[in-house]
């Protein structure tokens, strides 16, 4: 099967730019989406295709892939920004992976 | 506006069934693939099983398959998702989602979530 790898936890000081990774073996020839998740709501999308923003995403948001990591950038960070992070990819072999999430905490 | 409203969790005995419901609205339900993801407290998201449009179409993750299957009702804009032979594991919160496409599928709308617990 295929495994994301993400680091646990980010923390940022508000106003600077958060960088979370996602890991995969030749990930930078997949499709990366990117899910927030604030504590008690449902997952949000608000990156697929890399680095396309859904309606409603703030351009500070951001994303890139390439080799074997895929990054989502949060820039001026907001305290509004501290919420869980999942990445996903899909493939034909293995359906729907997910990272097991970052959690971003805003200083 | 895309609502996804999930229903029919609850307290359920290890080996006992459960059956999850999901109506949409605000899109043509039946152009779109739909997913179950589920969320065990404080853990991360784990793919259970997808449906395309029609229905001819089904797949599962290999934790729940044998156990779980999923259906759609596309005149009652609703999703389904029949749980049996539950275990201790299966207690999550259970989602669905939309599906889309670009450059793969992901889920582009989600609902809100209904809570399955699986306990003695």
């Known amino acids: 099967s295929y495994v994301l790898t993400q680091p646990p936890s980010v923390s940022v000081a508000p106003g600077k730019t958060a960088t979370i990774t996602c890991g995969g073996n030749?990930?930078?020839?997949?499709?990366v989406h990117w899910y927030q998740q604030k504590p008690g709501q449902a997952p949000l999308l608000i990156m697929y295709?890399?680095?396309d923003r859904p309606s409603g995403i703030p351009e500070r948001f951001s994303g890139s892939n390439s080799g074997n990591t895929a990054t989502l950038i949060i820039s001026g960070v907001e305290a509004g920004d501290e919420a869980d992070y999942f990445c996903?990819?899909?493939?034909?072999?293995?359906?729907?992976?997910f990272g097991d999430g970052t959690r971003v905490s805003v200083l | 506006e895309v609502q996804l409203v999930e229903s029919g969790g609850g307290q359920v005995k290890p080996g006992g069934s459960l059956r999850l419901s999901c109506t949409a609205s605000?899109?043509?339900?039946?152009?779109?693939?739909m997913n179950w993801v589920r969320q065990a407290p404080g853990k991360g998201l784990e793919w259970v099983s997808s449906?395309?449009?029609?229905?001819?179409?089904?797949y599962y993750g290999d934790s729940v398959k044998g156990r779980f299957t999923v259906s759609r009702d596309n005149a009652k804009n609703s999703l389904y998702l029949q749980m049996d032979g539950l275990k201790d594991d299966d207690s999550a919160m259970y989602y669905c989602?939309?599906?889309?496409?670009?450059?793969?599928?992901?889920?582009?709308?989600w609902g809100q979530g209904t809570l399955v617990t699986v306990s003695s």
């Open positions: 449906i395309s449009g029609g229905g001819e179409y089904i």
């Open positions: 605000g899109f043509t339900f039946s152009s779109f693939h």
């Open positions: 030749n990930i930078g020839i997949k499709s």
């Open positions: 996903q990819v899909w493939d034909s072999s293995y359906d729907y992976v």
């Open positions: 295709s890399d680095n």
């Open positions: 989602a939309r599906v889309t496409y670009s450059g793969s599928y992901l889920c582009d709308n």
